[in-house]
Structure formats: C-alpha cells, structure tokens
C-alpha cells in the first residue's frame, strides 16, 4: 500500500523513475518523516515551500528565488549576496555539506549562481560564484564538485598577487549533463548539452553539445552519436 502511495506522489512531483520492489516499507516511511521535517523547516525559516536539512543557513534570502519542490540538504550555506538573484528551479537539490558563496572578498561584489529543473549537486560541493555559474535543467553531478568563476591577475612581478585583482568570464553548463565525483570547474568554463564530464576532471575551456571530456586539463575523448 505504501510504495503505491509513494509512486504517486513521486509522480505528483515529476519523478518518473519506479520504485525497486525490494525497498522496503520502512524507509519509505524514515523517507517520507524526514521529507516531513524538512519542508516544516522550509516553512519556518524561508516562509516557502522548500525541503531545508538541519543546519543550513541560507544569508540574504531577499536575493534567494527557489521552484517548486526544491531540496537543499544539511548543513549547506547559501550566500546570496549578489548583484543577481540566486536561482534554483523546480526539482533541482543541493547536497548536504555545500557551500555557495557569490561574493567571496570586500574588493568585489559577486554575480551569483542559477540552477535549472531538476538538476542535482552531490555533497561536500563549493559554489565560487562571484563570477557567476550557469547550470542548465537535467544536470546531475556527484559528490565533492567544485566551481571557480574567478581567476587572480599576477603579471605584475612589481605587486602581490593578492594585490592585482581578479578576473572572471563565468562558468556555464548546459542540459542534460552528467559530471561525476570530484570534478573542478575553472573560470571560463562551458559545457554543451547531453555531455558527460568524467570523475576527477579539471574542465577549463569551451566544448560543444554530445560529448564525453575527462583528463587534466579536460579534452574531448568521444563524441555521443
């Protein structure tokens, strides 16, 4: 009785996968209770319907817009100090233990970061946003993920290189798009749609739709036909 209950409600918010008839009733029912706690907690704090672990501390929420069944997971903090709103779509989560910061330093004031539908970021993930992140709709990424829209200037052997100031081109990625555990994400990165980004990989650079990248620094190792 449970699980068809269940399968509704996943297709209520756009899940269309099936469940494994080996789940067992009682964690559907640990998941639902948690689910439970979690949109209270959204309730409470954001004044909106969103899933909200413990521990999370979302600043500025003003800047902050979210979708419909959106889940940010425990312990995650949102900085949404930004010359753009913060984004995320409907369906779309954050991992728990992640951080998002848009503006990382007093000297400039960051861009911000926008999530599609029904995207997902893995745990222990950074957001560098202060040049501003793109991600598109259907993207799902692994654990330990990190973004970084801001390159440090130093072709100046006359000053510090913390003293010669930042630049920052923005990080975009299309849709549909799987990126396994432990990928980086440097400043001036974009992705294609229907891509696949292999685990560990430094992406930096511009590539196109239907492909496969991996390495250090990432190059193009298939083409999806």
Request: proline share 1%; charged share 20%; aromatic share 10%.
């Amino acid at each position: 009785m449970i699980k068809k209950v269940f399968q509704k409600l996943l297709l209520q918010t756009g899940k269309s996968y099936k469940l494994d008839s080996e789940i067992p009733d009682r964690l559907l029912v640990e998941f639902l209770f948690e689910r439970f706690i979690m949109m209270i907690r959204g309730l409470f704090f954001m004044r909106g319907k969103i899933f909200l672990g413990k521990g999370c501390s979302i600043k500025n929420k003003r800047n902050f817009s979210f979708g419909k069944n959106v889940t940010i997971e425990k312990h995650t903090t949102i900085d949404c100090y930004a010359s753009e709103k913060v984004i995320i779509g409907s369906g779309s989560r954050i991992g728990a233990y992640s951080l998002v910061t848009c503006t990382s330093h007093l000297s400039k004031y960051g861009k911000g970061l926008k999530i599609g539908e029904n995207s997902a970021i893995g745990r222990f993930s950074e957001f560098g946003a202060a040049g501003g992140i793109e991600i598109g709709d259907n993207v799902i990424m692994g654990s330990y993920i990190s973004f970084h829209s801001e390159n440090h200037n130093y072709d100046d052997t006359s000053r510090l290189i913390r003293e010669q100031g930042v630049t920052s081109k923005g990080i975009i990625l299309g849709n549909n798009i799987w990126v396994g555990a432990k990928v980086t994400f440097l400043d001036g990165s974009q992705v294609g749609d229907n891509s696949v980004v292999a685990a560990g990989t430094v992406v930096k650079g511009v590539f196109p739709n239907n492909v496969i990248i991996g390495g250090v620094p990432a190059k193009i190792l298939k083409v999806i036909e």
